[in-house]
Structure formats: structure tokens, C-alpha cells
């Protein structure tokens, strides 16, 4: 794991500081470093940069690493419907409610919300029920009538 980049007095990228499977430390030499660890990893390696030369960490300078960012919190489900679906035929995702216009505080919740049909293929339903045996092979037999949201 990535746990510190360290650079020179004029700040230019020397190297990264990272921990192996064991915690050991170690020091990778470089003349760039490309981060890519989404929000929360990303803005956990630049604070933790921080020096002399970049005291709130580094791409810091105004304040606002790690703040107003927005999760993306999903959760999906599939269920066995009376008829066949075959959602596997046609678009991926093919149909969408959603009210996120306005904030309507009678509803109790702030914000709006997003429902969206999903499809997927046998491998990722298989996937996803996991186990074996004759439950997880009804299941599958019924990949035909699987309807989901997300």
C-alpha cells in the first residue's frame, strides 16, 4: 500500500513510501507518480504527503482535498417473476426512475433517488448466487424470468 510520495526542497516527485505484506517500508524512486485511488484512497496518500513545503498535503493548497465529495452508495437485486423476462436480450439497462430535481422535505430524506432496471449475463448472476447445488442450480434454470433493479 502507497503511504507517502515523497518529494525534494522544490517540490518535485522523488519517490513513493510504501508498506508490504509484511509492513515492511519501503522507498520506490521516481520522477513521476500518476494517483488513481478514487476518493478515499486518493485523498488519504495526498494528506499524508503532507511537509515543510505542502503543509495540508499535497494538491492542497486550497483546503478542499477530501471534502465535497459524493458516494456512491448502490445496491442491487434480482428476483424470479411469474413469465419470462429475458433480460438478457435487447439493452443492458433499459429503463430509469428518478426524481432528483428537487429537494422535497415532506418526503423525509434529503435529495432525490435513481431506480434503474439491470441486466446481466449467467456468468455474473452465477457469480453473484454463489454456493452450489440444487439451489443455486434452480436458480440458474430460471435466468430467463431474473428481472433487477439497482
Same mark, same amino acid.
Given at each position: 500500500?502507497?503511504?507517502?510520495?515523497?518529494?525534494?526542497?522544490?517540490?518535485?516527485?522523488?519517490?513513493?513510501?510504501?508498506?508490504?505484506?509484511?509492513?515492511?517500508?519501503?522507498?520506490?524512486?521516481?520522477?513521476?507518480?500518476?494517483?488513481?485511488?478514487?476518493?478515499?484512497?486518493?485523498?488519504?496518500?495526498?494528506?499524508?504527503?503532507?511537509?515543510?513545503?505542502?503543509?495540508?498535503?499535497?494538491?492542497?493548497?486550497?483546503?478542499?482535498?477530501?471534502?465535497?465529495?459524493?458516494? !456512491?452508495?448502490?445496491?442491487?437485486?434480482?428476483?424470479?417473476?411469474?413469465?419470462?423476462?429475458?433480460?438478457?436480450?435487447?439493452?443492458?439497462?433499459?429503463?430509469?426512475?428518478?426524481?432528483?430535481?428537487? !429537494?422535497?422535505?415532506?418526503?423525509?430524506?434529503?435529495?432525490?433517488?435513481?431506480?434503474?432496471?439491470?441486466?446481466?449475463?449467467?456468468?455474473?448472476?452465477?457469480?453473484?448466487?454463489?454456493?452450489?447445488?440444487?439451489?443455486?442450480?434452480?436458480?440458474?434454470?430460471?435466468?430467463?424470468?431474473?428481472?433487477?433493479?439497482?
Amino acid at each position: 500500500m502507497a503511504l507517502k510520495i515523497n518529494h525534494d526542497d522544490h517540490g518535485t516527485v522523488k519517490g513513493v513510501v510504501y508498506a508490504d505484506s509484511y509492513g515492511n517500508l519501503h522507498e520506490q524512486k521516481t520522477r513521476a507518480v500518476c494517483v488513481a485511488g478514487n476518493v478515499m484512497e486518493t485523498t488519504r496518500l495526498l494528506h499524508n504527503s503532507a511537509s515543510s513545503f505542502f503543509p495540508d498535503g499535497l494538491a492542497n493548497s486550497s483546503g478542499q482535498l477530501g471534502r465535497n465529495y459524493t458516494r !456512491h452508495m448502490m445496491f442491487s437485486t434480482l428476483a424470479i417473476m411469474p413469465g419470462e423476462v429475458n433480460f438478457h436480450r435487447g439493452t443492458r439497462q433499459s429503463g430509469f426512475l428518478f426524481d432528483e430535481q428537487y !429537494h422535497k422535505p415532506e418526503r423525509g430524506f434529503n435529495g432525490g433517488y435513481l431506480i434503474e432496471t439491470v441486466a446481466t449475463d449467467p456468468v455474473t448472476v452465477a457469480a453473484a448466487v454463489g454456493g452450489w447445488g440444487e439451489s443455486a442450480a434452480e436458480y440458474l434454470a430460471n435466468y430467463t424470468k431474473l428481472g433487477g433493479l439497482w
